[in-house]
C-alpha cells in the first residue's frame, strides 16, 4: 500500500528564518510526486509535480527537490504570507490519476 | 481560464438523508477525481472519473457513488448520511500536460452532518 509520511507536523519559523519540509513516501513505481498549498478554508493550490530522483523545480521563495524516498520542499527566506498548510501526495505508476496524500505540514511564519 | 468549480459550497443535512454534490472541471480535462478531507484521516481519495468511466475507486462504503456526464463535469452522491461523512469534499480535474500530469482542486463543498 502507498504511504505518505510528513514532517515536522507543524512548524513555527521567524519570517526570514529559512526551513525544509520534508515528505517520505513508499510506493509500487512512483509516477509523480506532488506538492500542494492548502489555506484554511479553501482547497488545495497545485505547487509543482516531480518525476524523477533527482529532479528540482522552484517557484518564488519555494525549491522542492526528490530522492527515490523522499522530497524536500526548501522554503527560503519565507514571509507571513507563507504561512498555510503544504501537502505532499504520490501517484503510483497504472493508479491513472488517483493521489494518495500525507497529513500535511502547518508552517507559522511570524513577522 | 476558469478553475475547478463546486457546488454548492456548503450544506448541512440531517442523518439519514442523501445529498448530492456537483463538480465542474477546467476546460478541456476530461478526468475528474473526488476526496474527502478530515482533521483526522487528511485527504482521501474516493474516485475518480475518465470519459464518464469509474477507472479508479478508494476504500469507501457503497453509500458514496458518483458519476460523469459527457461534458466532463461531475457529482457525487452519498447515501444515508452519518455523522462520520461531515467533511470536505472536494473535486479535482486532471491533464496530461505531455510533458507532465497536473491535478487542480476546486474550492470544495463543506458538508455538515446532524
Known amino acids: 500500500e502507498d504511504q505518505v509520511t510528513q514532517s515536522p507536523e507543524a512548524l513555527r519559523l521567524q519570517e526570514g528564518e529559512s526551513s525544509s519540509l520534508n515528505c517520505s513516501y513508499t510506493?509500487?513505481?512512483?509516477?509523480?510526486l506532488f506538492w500542494y498549498r492548502q489555506d484554511p478554508g479553501k482547497g488545495p493550490e497545485f505547487l509543482f509535480t516531480?518525476?524523477?530522483a533527482g529532479e528540482e523545480k522552484e517557484k518564488e521563495r519555494l525549491k522542492a527537490t526528490l530522492t527515490k524516498k523522499e522530497s524536500f520542499l526548501h522554503i527560503t527566506a519565507p514571509k507571513p504570507e507563507d504561512s498555510a498548510t503544504y501537502l505532499c501526495a504520490v501517484q503510483a505508476a497504472g493508479a491513472n490519476s488517483k493521489l494518495t496524500f500525507g497529513k500535511g505540514i502547518t508552517l507559522s511564519v511570524r513577522p | 481560464k476558469a478553475g475547478v468549480t463546486q457546488t454548492p459550497r456548503y450544506l448541512i443535512k440531517t442523518r439519514g438523508q442523501q445529498v448530492t454534490l456537483s463538480c465542474s472541471p477546467i476546460s478541456g480535462h476530461r478526468s475528474v477525481s473526488w476526496y474527502q478531507q478530515t482533521p483526522g484521516q487528511g485527504l482521501q481519495f474516493l474516485f475518480e472519473?475518465?470519459?464518464?468511466?469509474?477507472?479508479n475507486k478508494g476504500n469507501f462504503p457503497g453509500r458514496f457513488s458518483g458519476r460523469q456526464f459527457s461534458n466532463s463535469r461531475s457529482e457525487m452522491n452519498v447515501s444515508t448520511l452519518e455523522l462520520g461523512d461531515s467533511a470536505l469534499y472536494l473535486c479535482?480535474?486532471?491533464?496530461?500536460?505531455?510533458?507532465?500530469?497536473?491535478?487542480?482542486f476546486g474550492p470544495g463543498t463543506r458538508l455538515t452532518v446532524t
Open positions: 510506493v509500487s513505481g512512483l509516477r509523480g
Open positions: 516531480l518525476y524523477s
Open positions: 479535482a480535474s486532471s491533464v496530461w500536460t505531455g510533458t507532465g500530469h497536473e491535478q487542480y
Open positions: 472519473y475518465f470519459s464518464e468511466t469509474q477507472r
